[in-house]
Structure formats: C-alpha cells, structure tokens
C-alpha cells in the first residue's frame, strides 16, 4: 500500500506578505531562497544574510523587504530573540517601537498563507466581494495595503481601491448567523461616502454577493439561512412589549417595531401587503392573526419573495401567496376586496403623480382600513430609490386626499413613530 504526501498550495510571494511601516515582511519558510535572492537581485536589490533573514534593500519603492524562514509554530520568545541579536547589528531599528512593531509582522505573515481569497470572493461587475469571517483583520488589511490598495474600515467592511484591476474590493465578515436584512441597511449607511451603492438594484447585486460569498457554493442554502434568520428575528422582536429602535431606520428592530404597530390596526381576514418586498410582513399577519383567511403579497419584481415563498411552505402557511403585479397597473384591482391593505414603505418610491394613481388602486380594493407607513426624510435616499419625501404635513395631505377620494365617508389617524416610520391610516366607513 502507497501513501501520498498531500499536495501544498503554491502560494505567491505577495500573498505571503505583511506591510509594516514601509517594510514588506515576507514569509519565506519553504521558499526556494536561491531562486527568491536571484529575482529580486534582477529587480535590483542588494541582499544581507543572516542565520534566520534576508533583507533586499534599492532606492526604488518598495524600499526594503525582509524574508524569514520562522515555521509557524516557532515560540514567540524566539522570534524576538533573533530580531534583537541578527537585526539590531544592522541598524535596522531607530526606535523600540519599531521593533515590536516587526514582531507583530512576522506573527501576522504566518496567517497570510492561510488566506485563499479566491475560494472566498465573487465578482459583482467590476466589485468584487470577499468574505473575511475567521481571518486576521489586521493581516488582511496590511496584505491590500501592500498590494497597493487604499482602504476604507467600516464596522462591517473593508472598502478596498486601486487604480490597477480588480481595482475595488469590498470585504466583509458576516457569518450564516448573521444572515438578515440588517446588511443591507449596514450596506447603504456604511457605503454610502464612497458612492458603491448608487441604487436598489446595484444594493441588491452586492447583497447577493455577500450572502454568496457567506457560504460559498451552496447559495440556495445561504439564502435560506437570510430567510430564516430574518423571520425569527422579527418575530422575536414584534413579540417584545417595546423593542429598542436605533436612531436610524431600516433595521429589523425599526422594522419589528412598525409591524408590531400595524398588526394592532388590522382588521378582518383578507389582507393585501403592496409592495410586499420579502414578504415578511404577509408571514407575519398569517401567523400572527386570528381566523385569517388570505394574506396576499404583491411586488413588481417576482424574485424578491422567494424567500417568502419557501418559508411559507416550509411553515405550512397556506394562506398566504405572493403575486407579481404592478401597482401602477390596474391589474390590482383583480385580486381585490381586502378587509386591510397595507403599502410599508413603499410610496417613496413612486413619483408624487405615480404615489396618487398607486393609492387610487388600493382604495379601490380597501374594504375597511388602508394602512401606509413612509420615512421622513431630507432628500431621497437614492441607494433605496426613493423618488420623493415626506413630513409630517405632507403625510397629513396625502390622508386628506384619500378622504375625498372616499366621498367623505373615511376617517384617518397619522402616527409618527420616528425610526421606525411613520403611519397613516384610512379607515373606510360603511
């Protein structure tokens, strides 16, 4: 019987390499160093040898590169015994610091090995998305740095840039638990500076490259998770007397705090979500609502709620269905009447001539309440594509249309809930 050695990955030079200060640390255990000293010798290097380093130095950037032969299971105290006794002799360091600064190094380049970031990275367009969860931070970041890349640290992400192809890189490192539509809000708020995520679409396309990249080769997995995840934290958090709502809105807590709000509005046993998104909220009614009847989902785009409908079959939530239909179309009138409609954060993204022929289609399949929840803003959010905003006053206006609308047989009652939105409902009178 044979045995076979296992097969080690090649790994490239730079990607065995740390930046520190302006001294490129390289991990050079196993390394053909014969070979290593005659490439950089022709890149115009002069070399000093001692018992453990190299150390290649020339005027032209990069100024100095120091290669070890340290295995990674070498004591720290040894390390720091072979810096101070072969290194110091070489005027290598000016200062303490320095010294302890190239320690961290060359503890960082024992990890960089273990970095395959082609096995953990998806091209979206010209951005590539890379999944970072479990590696050495500080390490990866010194890597793109050396590779020439600046970088912008976020709470979430590494926002890497180049002139040179792949010339932007975006990092982050959310694990499956972490799978939930909390990205994308983390997504917009922390890109925002830099301008990566100009509209909805483009915010979608790299959503799925991070849930992609989160468990690699297995996306439909991935997204069940995003499904999952989501749910159960809404369903958590709408059952908790008074959920903590961050200053900005958009994430679950904001979200669980409008639907928790909205399910004690509703009333009967038919009920349309317009603009239903994932559909989370049409889940919601149909778990949490007595003696329901139907919960229909409508979004334009049909590829938004298929989360929603696999966590319906797999809940056996049968009554609820989901329905691509256009709310500007007069289609809508066919899946109507509905005891309760409901349009959550949706009418900011129609034009104000568009958000007046939307509410006239959903007051026509309103039987008692109309319920609309809108953010305040400023300016529109593009990265949402958000068309217009509101306020207080104009939401106000927006209910006063309705009632006419209804011949004045309604009444309305406006609510603002800050973070989490801001409510009107029309109630029909019969």
Known sequence: MSTTSPVRRKVPIHERSVLVGDIVVVNGHGVNHTLLTQRLAEEGYQVQETLHFFLFTRHQAPHSILVHRFASDTPPVALEQSVASELQPLGFFKQLDDQKALLQGLLDSFQVEDIPLRERSLPVGELVV?????????TLKRRFLHSGYRVQETPHFFYCTREKAPSSILVHWFAPDDLHTNISHHLVEEMRPFGCVPNSRRQGEILTGIVGTTLPGDIRRAWHYFGVNTFQHLI??????APHVPYDWGTLEATATLYQRVLEVCAGKRFLD???NGGFFALLLAERRPFVQEVVGVDIDSDVFRVGEELAHTRNLSTVRFVQADLLSEEIDALGPFDTVTALHVLEHFTEA????????????TVHHLILAVPYEQTPTAAYDHLQCFSHVKLEQVGRWCLERLGGAGQMWCEDMGAAG????????T
């Open 422 to 429: 801001n409510l009107l409902l029309i109630e029909r009178l």
């Open 274 to 276: 317009a603009g239903c």
């Open 354 to 365: 568009e958000m007046y022929r939307v509410l006239d289609h959903l007051l026509r399949v």
């Open 236 to 241: 958590a958090l709408v059952s908790t007397a």
């Open 130 to 138: 890379m999944n970072g969860t479990g590696l050495n931070l500080r």
